[in-house]
C-alpha cells in the first residue's frame, strides 16, 4: 500500500507563489516518475508536470516557465514551485507516482485559490 499527502496548498494573490509538497510512504520499491495534476471546479482533471526518474521535465504549456517541479529522491518527496501565479490556478492540485511495477497512486488533493 502506498500513501501520498499532499500539503503546502492555501490562497495566494495573483502574481504571488506557492510551494507544494508530496510526501510517499509505504511499499515503494521503485518510483518511475512523480507528477501533479489539477482539477478546477467544473472542469476535468488536467495534467500539470511531470518528474521522470531520468530528472526529466515536462510540463502543461499553461504553467510553462512558472512552475517549477522537483523530488528528493531519499525522502521520496516531491515539489512543485507555483510563481507568478494567476487565477486561472484555482484548482485542487494533485500528486500522482507512477511505480516500476506500473502502478499509479493519487494523493488527496491540496486546494490552492489565487485571488486577483
Known amino acids: 500500500q502506498v500513501q501520498l499527502v499532499e500539503s503546502g496548498g492555501g490562497l495566494a494573490q495573483a502574481g504571488g507563489s506557492l510551494r507544494l509538497s508530496c510526501a510517499a510512504s509505504?511499499?515503494?520499491?521503485?518510483?518511475?516518475?512523480m507528477g501533479w495534476y489539477r482539477q478546477a471546479p467544473g472542469k476535468h482533471r488536467e495534467w500539470v508536470a511531470t518528474?521522470?526518474?531520468?530528472?526529466?521535465?515536462n510540463y502543461a504549456d499553461s504553467v510553462k516557465g512558472r512552475f517549477i517541479i522537483s523530488r528528493d529522491n531519499a525522502k521520496n518527496m516531491v515539489y512543485l514551485q507555483m510563481n507568478s501565479l494567476k487565477p486561472d490556478d484555482t484548482a485542487v492540485y494533485y500528486c500522482?507516482?507512477?511505480?516500476?511495477?506500473?502502478?499509479?497512486?493519487w494523493g488527496q488533493g491540496t486546494q490552492v485559490t489565487v485571488s486577483s
Open positions: 500522482n507516482i507512477l511505480t516500476s511495477t506500473l502502478n499509479v497512486y
Open positions: 509505504g511499499s515503494i520499491f521503485s518510483i518511475n516518475a
Open positions: 518528474l521522470g526518474s531520468g530528472g526529466s521535465t
